[in-house]
T-cell receptor, first 118, second 112 residues
Framework: EAGVAQSPRYKIIEKRQSVAFWCNPISGHATLYWYQQILGQGPKLLIQFQNNGVVDDSQLPKDRFSAERLKGVDSTLKIQPAKLEDSAVYLC????????????????FGAGSRLTVL | DQQVKQNSPSLSVQEGRISILNCDYTNSMFDYFLWYKKYPAEGPTFLISISSIKDKNEDGRFTVFLNKSAKHLSLHIVPSQPGDSAVYFCAASKGSNYKLTFGKGTLLTVNP
């Protein structure tokens, strides 16, 4: 099966500019996640969608970050305006069953979008 | 508040020997624990998981051990191979909120 697709792979912008990342999850996966991975840290969940509804966005900096998942498939993560500390890899992941009823909730990750804010 | 901790940033082992990667957690509500492997410029890939009702799970060269009383788990790789060189992340999830909380990762280097 095709994996999780993300674009762009790399983006360099100046602070206060805006940027958008796109994610196409594995077909049939109901749950979609955006994680932020800062260099030297583990991935941190920004937002979780179940179909096109938000399940958890408690760690999303809502003053500058926004995300949507129209029609319950593709998703876009936007940062506006960007700050220096937003430099990170933005990982999109999807899972078949976000409730974990069938056991461990195994996420499949995309390759990530690396953002550098100058 | 770091709920999942990997205290060793790096580990170096010889090919053919055992690699042991450690992970500690603070939240006793975690139900599942997972290990992910990450190569440079790629996303993390799932390796192995264990439920809190078990103390061991094995898959080929990879075995995960869980000690609930110590809130500690470990990943054993036997025998280690150069292709195992990667960053290994420990992750945990709890209850009906199945988001994963990750540790900072351990860079494993397997020397030929």
């Amino acid at each position: 099966e095709a994996g999780v697709a993300q674009s762009p792979r790399y983006k360099i912008i100046e602070k206060r500019q805006s940027v958008a990342f796109w994610c196409n999850p594995i077909s049939g996966h109901a749950t979609l996640y955006w994680y932020q991975q800062i260099l030297g840290q583990g991935p941190k969940l920004l937002i979780q969608f179940q179909n096109n509804g938000v399940v958890d966005d408690s760690q999303l900096p809502k003053d500058r970050f926004s995300a949507e998942r129209l029609k319950g498939v593709d998703s876009t993560l936007k940062i506006q305006p960007a700050k220096l500390e937003d430099s990170a890899v933005y990982l999109c992941a999807s899972s078949l069953d976000g409730t974990g009823l069938s056991g461990a909730n195994v996420l499949t990750f995309g390759a990530g979008s690396r953002l550098t804010v100058l | 508040d770091q709920q999942v901790k990997q205290n060793s940033p790096s580990l170096s082992v010889q090919e053919g020997r055992i690699s042991i990667l450690n992970c500690d957690y603070t939240n006793s509500m975690f139900d599942y624990f997972l290990w992910y492997k990450k190569y440079p410029a790629e996303g993390p890939t799932f390796l192995i998981s264990i439920s809190s009702i078990k103390d061991k799970n094995e898959d080929g060269r990879f075995t995960v051990f869980l000690n609930k009383s110590a809130k500690h788990l470990s990943l054993h790789i036997v025998p280690s191979q150069p292709g195992d060189s990667a960053v290994y992340f420990c992750a945990a999830s709890k209850g009906s909120n199945y988001k994963l909380t990750f540790g900072k990762g351990t860079l494993l280097t397997v020397n030929p």
